[in-house]
């Protein structure tokens, strides 16, 4: 495996991009995103503790024919130095693997080469939240695009990213998140038409989720009265 070069992933200590510090290529060219679902390709930014979710690390070397790969995730809770692990993978697919550095657990191909198409790469795996909750939880991840000729060279270029994802407390029946904010919302439960009534008339930005995390509808309102979701 890859545990010689350590963590790449801009999580707790990164000692270096892939484009750096005697590795590959520096310079801009490839991008990389990481995209958190629930089901049925509905993409969150929130979890539930104890809840698993499909991890979605999709990268683009632009302009570029190469076909093979390499990657790092890293999943966290914390800032800084004190950044600790926060969720497990699993399901990882063939030629993925996973070790310890800086005491955080990282996600990455083996020592081979991952194999995508030409200038682009998919992979996906499960990730479960912590059991209870820890606050935001950081996802970082660095993806490389190499020319498969055997070494480290400039021709090699990387991209970082990372998305947070913000906790669903519960109890969240929609009465505890209204009496929060002063808002009235009724009928509870809920199945198509939310109705809210606000202490006091002015223009509110409203999320409303699923115990999922998945958004059900996000919109800016005036409430001067009662209102409907």
Same mark, same amino acid.
């Given at each position: 495996?890859?545990?010689?070069?350590?963590?790449? =992933?801009?999580?707790?200590?990164?000692?270096?991009?892939?484009?750096?510090?005697?590795?590959?290529? +520096? $310079?801009?060219?490839?991008?990389? /995103? !990481?995209?958190?679902?629930?089901?049925?390709?509905?993409?969150?930014?929130?979890?539930?503790?104890?809840?698993?979710?499909?991890?979605? !690390?999709?990268?683009?070397? =632009?302009?570029?024919?190469?076909?093979?790969?390499?990657?790092?995730?890293?999943? @966290?809770?914390?800032?800084?130095?004190?950044? *600790?692990?926060? $969720?497990?993978?699993?399901?990882?697919?063939?030629? @993925?693997?996973?070790?310890?550095?800086? /005491?955080?657990?990282?996600?990455?191909?083996?020592?081979?080469? &991952?194999?995508?198409?030409?200038?682009?790469?998919? @992979?996906?795996?499960?990730?479960?939240?912590?059991?209870?909750?820890?606050?935001? !939880? +950081? &996802?970082?991840?660095?993806?490389?695009?190499?020319?498969?000729?055997?070494?480290?060279?400039?021709?090699?270029? /990387?991209?970082?990213? #990372?998305?947070?994802?913000?906790?669903?407390?519960?109890?969240? #029946?929609?009465?505890?998140?209204?009496? /929060? !904010? $002063? @808002?009235?919302?009724?009928?509870?439960?809920? +199945?198509?038409?939310?109705?809210?009534?606000?202490?006091?008339?002015? *223009?509110?930005? *409203?999320? *409303?989720?699923?115990?999922?995390?998945?958004?059900?509808?996000?919109?800016?309102?005036?409430?001067?009265?009662?209102?409907?979701?």
């Amino acid at each position: 495996t890859n545990m010689s070069i350590g963590n790449r =992933t801009g999580a707790k200590g990164t000692t270096a991009t892939c484009g750096g510090g005697s590795c590959h290529g +520096t $310079g801009a060219g490839t991008t990389v /995103s !990481i995209t958190v679902d629930y089901a049925g390709g509905v993409p969150t930014t929130r979890y539930v503790p104890g809840m698993s979710y499909t991890v979605k !690390i999709h990268g683009v070397r =632009t302009g570029s024919t190469f076909t093979e790969f390499g990657f790092q995730f890293a999943s @966290v809770s914390g800032t800084g130095s004190a950044q *600790v692990q926060a $969720g497990t993978a699993s399901a990882l697919p063939t030629g @993925v693997a996973s070790h310890t550095a800086s /005491s955080l657990n990282i996600i990455e191909h083996n020592s081979a080469p &991952l194999v995508g198409t030409a200038g682009s790469y998919h @992979v996906q795996f499960t990730w479960t939240a912590p059991s209870t909750a820890v606050g935001n !939880i +950081t &996802l970082y991840t660095v993806l490389n695009a190499v020319s498969g000729e055997g070494s480290a060279d400039n021709t090699d270029l /990387s991209g970082n990213t #990372s998305v947070t994802l913000t906790p669903i407390l519960t109890p969240s #029946s929609v009465a505890n998140l209204a009496n /929060s !904010i $002063g @808002v009235v919302a009724y009928p509870n439960p809920v +199945t198509n038409i939310l109705n809210l009534q606000a202490e006091k008339a002015g *223009v509110y930005n *409203v999320h *409303v989720y699923d115990l999922n995390g998945r958004t059900i509808s996000a919109e800016q309102m005036t409430i001067n009265g009662t209102a409907s979701v």
